[in-house]
Each structure stands twice: as C-alpha cells, then as structure tokens.
C-alpha cells in the first residue's frame, strides 16, 4: 500500500476537450497555461518506471493530466533539437526548488517526451532505496577503490528497462559477447538476440544481471543508437555514506555502489553520451537527507551559472562583501565536490519555481471543470491563490484550492 498508485477517480467530471499531449505539442508555446492529458498508450509505460508517486493527487482526477508549464515548452524545443537526424547533443542538469514545485513532475514530463520521440529511458525512481539496505550487495573482484554489485536491484532494473522501451525489441545485439575472457557473462547469450530479450535474460539471472546490464549499455553506445534520458529523484540520498557495511564495518559511501558510480560518471559527463541525450536528477525537500556538501556545490553551481558577484576568501577586497560559502571548519566531501570541478563544466542547476498567474489561471480552471473546485475562476481567485500558494507554488496552490476544509 506504501507504493499504491490511483490514477483514476471515476467520480471525478471527464474533462471535455482536453487534447492528449503528442511531439508536435511538445513545443507550441501557444499550449503554456493549459492542462493536457497522457496518452493511455504511455501511463502503462511511466508506471512500469515508476514515474508516478504515490503523493500526487493523481487519484482526485479522471485521467492523468499535466500542466504545460514555462518550462515544459523549454524542454519540449529541447527534445526536438536533440531529435534530429545528425544532432548529438547531451544535456546534464540537476533540478532543485523548494517542496512541492514541480521538479518530480519534470522528470515525469521529460520521461513522456522521451517515450514520444523514441528515446530509451533509464530511470531511477528513488535513489533512497538503493541506499538503506533493502538489496543484498557484494564487493566486485579487481575493482580500485572497491565497487559493490547490488545483483538484485539491476536484475529489477534490466526488467523495467525491457518493458517501458518497445524500441529495444527493434535492435539487435551487434555481437556475441566474448565467452573466453575472464569477465565474460556465466550464461550463454545467442547471437543477434534483441536488446529487449538481452535485458529480460539480466532480470532472470542476477548473478549475471550487473554484466548484462555494462553490455547493454555498450551496445546503446554504439553509433545509430537511440538517444538515452536517465533520470534519479532524491539526489541527495546517494551524496553521502549508505547504510551497507565494508567487512571492516565502515560504511560505505553511496559513490562505492556499482549501479550509484555509474550514474555519477554520467551525472558529471565523465562518461559521454555518444549518441546524444540527457541525464537528469532532481533533489527532494520532502525527504531530504542533510548532505552540507552537496548544498554548497550546488549553491557555488548555480551562483556561477547566474554571474552572482564572487565571494569573499580569494579576494578579501570584494565589494559588497559576501562571505564564503565553505566554512573552513567542516570537512567536505570530495567524492561529492569532484562532480562539481573543472570537468563538470556541462553540469547545470535548474531551480523549478513557482508557476506564472497565466498558468495558476489554467491550473485552477481544471479543478474546476474536474468538479472539485466550486468556486468561480476569475482575476480574485487567480491572485487569492497565487499568493497564498507562495507565489505559484504547485504543491501548496493545490492544497489552498482543493485539499484545504474550512
């Protein structure tokens, strides 16, 4: 019950006239302000990624929907760039804000514009349970520092891979592994198998699930390939020690996890994106861990990102003085503050805000035509909400306008 997810209320008024969101959609401007819905041919696909959680008021309505927001269109225009035949661009970007702004639900609007134009999606729904000790894990031979395999966690990924991406059942294994060497898959692997069935053999067999899933990767790098969108919610849950154990008993850091340092090295572009595409993550304030490190990182980030003034530490003569972020009597992490150097110069913040009075407006009048919201949406009500809500906060604007019993 922890996980369940309605998307349906059969009580709620079917809202008429409301288009379902398509890739020519993705980028009319003319659309911002307006709900739309999701094609019933990709919510299976989101729920097999987990793209839906169960805190969303998804059961208040008759069908999924989703606002197209400023940003929605931003990325929209995004997604058909990359989409181009000969385009290999890739993006790297981490999405912050404060509770209940959206940035989940923009990983879910980048997950359906992704399925839309083909792409592949690897998504890791909550990073937090990769973290807490809930899958068994094993030190990998012959790795410095240490890597640790959690079988079991990639086996259920590999699965989810092969039944949200159909695209997969199209492409063919380009060739059979090497069965002599050291490191080679302990199961048979036919030739010319689909990328689809590669994955479901990983989801079958765990011993071999971790090098089935390096395989498959391999081959989406091949040229020709789809583009991939691999996207993590709650960031800061793999920016700091797990709950796993070394044989010594020390913890060991999120970093040290097999499937972690594989999205890290993507995450910071250590790892390229041959064929183009991006790699997303967003931070959680409702369950958020203290992790000092990655809060001044991503401070420092988005303060260069935004031309901020320098702080006071290089240059004592700055003027108006602002004082450094780093306080010299805490010890940082590096493994945290390497993603964030030199080499990191493609990874971007984003901070998610609050929505525009246009697209308050568009939001409260679905609540209206859903039948949950009895009141008459005009200029009194938009402003009332609006400012109420934290200046367009989403999470808050639905509590004031539908959840809140006076």
């Not at 169960?54 to 931003?74: A, D, M, N, S």
């Amino acid at each position: 019950m922890r996980k369940k997810i309605v998307l349906s209320n059969s009580n709620a008024l079917e809202v008429e006239g409301m288009p379902d969101i398509t890739a020519e959609m993705m980028v009319d401007a003319d659309l911002q302000g307006r709900v739309v819905g999701i094609p019933s041919s990709l919510i299976e696909r989101l729920l097999v990624v987990d793209a839906f959680k169960p805190t969303q008021r998804w059961r208040l309505f008759r069908r999924p929907g989703t606002l197209i927001r400023k940003e929605t269109v931003q990325y929209g225009k995004l997604f058909e760039k990359m989409s181009e035949e000969g385009e290999k661009q890739s993006l790297r970007r981490i999405f912050v804000g404060e509770r209940g702004s959206g940035k989940t639900v923009m990983l879910l609007q980048a997950m359906t514009m992704a399925f839309l134009k083909d792409w592949v999606v690897i998504n890791f729904p909550d990073a937090q349970e990769i973290v807490i000790g809930h899958t068994e894990y094993a030190p990998i031979p012959e790795t410095s520092p240490t890597l640790y395999a959690q079988r079991e966690y990639v086996a259920k990924l590999l699965s989810t891979i092969a039944r949200a991406n159909p695209i997969l059942q199209t492409i063919n294994l380009s060739s059979a592994p090497d069965s002599s060497s050291v490191d080679a898959i302990p199961i048979p692997i036919p030739p010319s198998i689909s990328l689809s069935r590669l994955a479901l053999l990983g989801s079958q067999d765990r011993e071999s699930a971790l090098q089935i899933f390096d395989l498959l990767i391999q081959e989406l790098s091949l040229p020709e390939r789809p583009r991939l969108l691999i996207c993590l919610d709650g960031l800061g849950h793999v920016m700091k020690d797990s709950v796993y154990k070394t044989p010594a008993f020390k913890p060991v850091h999120a970093h040290e996890l097999a499937i972690v340092d594989w999205f890290m090295r993507y995450l910071s572009g250590a790892s390229p994106l041959p064929n183009g595409g991006m790699v997303l993550a967003a931070t959680s304030e409702s369950n958020i861990p203290n992790v000092t490190t990655l809060n001044v990182a991503l401070t420092e980030l988005e303060e260069a990102q935004s031309g901020a003034p320098p702080r006071a530490g290089s240059n004592a003569l700055v003027q108006p003085y602002r004082p450094p972020l780093r306080n010299p009597f805490t010890r940082y992490d590096e493994r945290v503050l390497s993603l964030f150097d030199s080499r990191s110069q493609s990874l971007e913040v984003q901070r998610i805000g609050g929505m525009t009075k246009e697209e308050t407006r568009g939001l409260l009048e679905y609540y209206a035509r859903s039948g949950i919201l009895r009141q008459r949406v005009n200029e009194g009500l938009v402003a009332e909400k609006w400012s109420v809500s934290g200046g367009g906060v989403v999470g808050e604007m639905e509590r004031a306008s539908i959840l809140m019993k006076l």
